[in-house]
């Protein structure tokens, strides 16, 4: 090999060395910059669901105040309910909002959240309906089961802090302790505000605490306590979060909490308790306030750490940019003042025959304007690798084609299983083996109980679903050398290993029974328990006849419809 394109060989090798290197130290480092933008992003979520739960958390002292009031309730407390509700509503939106501006889609977030606003809906609704009825009729048992349904709510917002939380650690590792502090502190403020929601029932009535109620406020004391211990557990280093942790033992665990046992203590003595649900709500309320103040500090110190990690992230992406282009830079000018008129024109020729000889049609054949030699061979390679390629994006869509229509001429569009067209070609083959080696052939020919009322109550989407369900669900049962069909609308044909009568009667009870005994999710979140009438034929090797099975088949399906269906004749 010549010194000169020697020289070329171990140019190109070192360019392409650097332009791997630096193209592989970028795409991580713009990565980097993505994940952490994005958990910048993510932890802003996780700060408007944390105060979605706080505000759920924050409706229910109205609530407590409409539930404790005569009927209809004080004007005054109807609108503290309204208020309440308004900017429950606006958090929840600003969530959502948050949620549709991301830079990454969060379809599970939204779907929770709409399901979110229609448990809210029926709750409010439950406790309007409660509030509009006479003092007399809100017995305790009612007061406790609609606390219970606004108690409910937070479980769900908290799944979606959760998410996110996770979502955020798993790019700040470093921040997962701050994020289950804030977890703590919003944990802290919903078990605070269900103390006073469990003596919603005893403010209301007058009544002394029932028994179950100050197990429930002694277990909630207990959980608060556990919490504080763990906010407290280690200092932390941000002086804002220590000063609020300080506020927070000041306010509620002094004041908050002997207001909780100054009417357990009336409820003890049989005293009256000296303020309704309303007045109670007013004096406890404003002493959860230092908890959201030690969640929020929390959650800053997390979000300019973030911040933090981010703007840097942004300056090693900004570096790595400048010293890949300024070596390249470099590279490019030495090989243009030494090489420009000797190796370039050969290299372009060699990496052009390498490629196309390699099969590499995607690199593409520099063409230039010069008449030599060269440049005629270069247009050449040009127009072989046009060819090439026209050849080749010829045969994929053939291939493309051939495979669509296979797939598309024996499988059902809906269900991806076989077709009747496909059960024929099939059933056919099998029942010539089945003459030829005088084996027993069977048929199982069944379809789905009462399908239209499925299309009729839930729609057709959710008779899809049913269908494709079932399908998948069958396919589970079946073992190998057992064919499944999808023979036309809700019914369906199976064609059992060669078997006689008694053993394809078991495969149908089988699958009978599969899909008895587990309803189908359906998208809108119903539970569809649907069944099955099974007809099943059977012939020995000599007399075997895909039709007659078929015919056999379809009148034990009618005896199984006729005699009560969700069962298997034969």
Not at 343 to 366: F, H, K, Y
Not at 369 to 381: F, K, N, P, S, Y
Request: overall charge neutral.
């Amino acid at each position: 090999m010549k010194l000169t394109r020697l020289f070329a060989v171990s140019i190109t090798l070192l360019a392409v060395l650097i332009a791997a290197m630096l193209g592989r130290i970028l795409w991580d480092e713009w990565w980097q910059y993505r994940a952490v933008r994005d958990g910048v992003h993510t932890l802003q979520l996780v700060q408007h669901a944390m105060r979605a739960a706080e505000q759920l958390s924050v409706e229910r002292g109205p609530v407590n105040g409409v539930l404790g009031d005569a009927a209809p309730p004080d004007p005054v407390k109807a609108a503290r309910l309204r208020s309440a509700r308004a900017a429950t509503d606006l958090a929840l939106a600003d969530l959502h909002a948050a949620l549709a501006a991301g830079p990454a889609p969060h379809s599970e977030a939204l779907a929770a959240q709409a399901r979110l606003s229609k448990t809210l809906a029926a709750a409010r609704a439950s406790v309007d309906r409660l509030a509009a009825a006479p003092p007399a009729e809100r017995t305790p048992a009612r007061l406790t089961a609609v606390v219970e349904q606004m108690f409910a709510l937070i479980p769900q917002e908290m799944e979606t802090v959760d998410g996110f939380s996770r979502a955020t650690e798993r790019v700040y590792p470093q921040l997962a302790q701050v994020l289950t502090k804030a977890h703590y502190a919003v944990d802290l403020r919903e078990y605070a505000g269900r103390i006073g929601s469990r003596l919603t029932p005893a403010l209301s009535t007058g009544l002394p605490l029932r028994e179950e109620e100050r197990r429930h406020i002694e277990f909630l004391r207990g959980r608060i306590e556990q919490l504080r211990q763990l906010l407290e557990a280690s200092p932390d280093a941000d002086g804002r979060v220590t000063a609020a942790l300080a506020d927070m033992d000041e306010d509620y665990f002094d004041a908050g909490l002997a207001l909780v046992a100054q009417v357990e203590q009336a409820s003890r003595d049989g005293r009256p308790y000296g303020m309704d649900t309303a007045q109670f709500a007013q004096r406890y309320v404003p002493h959860m306030a230092p908890i959201v103040a030690v969640r929020d500090a929390l959650l800053q110190a997390a979000l300019e750490q973030a911040q933090r990690s981010h703007a840097a992230a942004g300056s090693r992406l900004l570096l790595a940019c400048l010293t890949g282009a300024s070596l390249l830079l470099a590279l490019s000018l030495l090989l243009l003042i030494v090489h420009r008129r000797v190796l370039r024109p050969l290299l372009w020729v060699t990496r052009a025959l390498v490629n196309l000889g390699d099969g590499d049609l995607i690199s593409e054949v520099r063409v230039p304007t010069r008449r030599d030699e060269i440049g005629v061979l270069l247009r050449a390679l040009a127009r072989l690798r046009e060819s090439s390629i026209a050849r080749q994006q010829l045969e994929a869509e053939r291939g493309r084609l051939i495979e669509e229509l296979k797939h598309s001429a024996d499988t059902d569009y809906l269900t991806g299983i076989l077709n009747r067209r496909a059960f024929t070609v099939a059933g056919n083959q099998r029942v010539r083996r089945a003459r030829e080696d005088n084996l027993s052939l069977a048929v199982i020919l069944f379809d789905i109980d009462h399908f239209k009322s499925v299309n009729d109550l839930h729609g057709h989407d959710a008779g899809d679903q049913a269908l494709m369900r079932i399908a998948a669900r069958v396919k589970l049962e079946l073992r190998d050398g057992e064919v499944l069909a999808r023979y036309g609308g809700e019914e369906f044909i199976v064609m059992p290993a060669y078997c006689d009568l008694p053993a394809a009667r078991a495969v149908a009870e089988r699958i009978r029974g599969a899909i008895a005994a587990e309803p189908l999710p359906l998208a809108d979140g119903h539970l569809l328990r649907v069944t099955a009438s099974f007809g099943v034929a059977a012939a020995d090797g000599t007399h075997a006849a895909l039709d007659d099975l078929l015919r056999e088949a379809d009148l034990a399906l009618y005896r199984a419809k006729h005699n009560g269906r969700d069962r298997v004749e034969g």
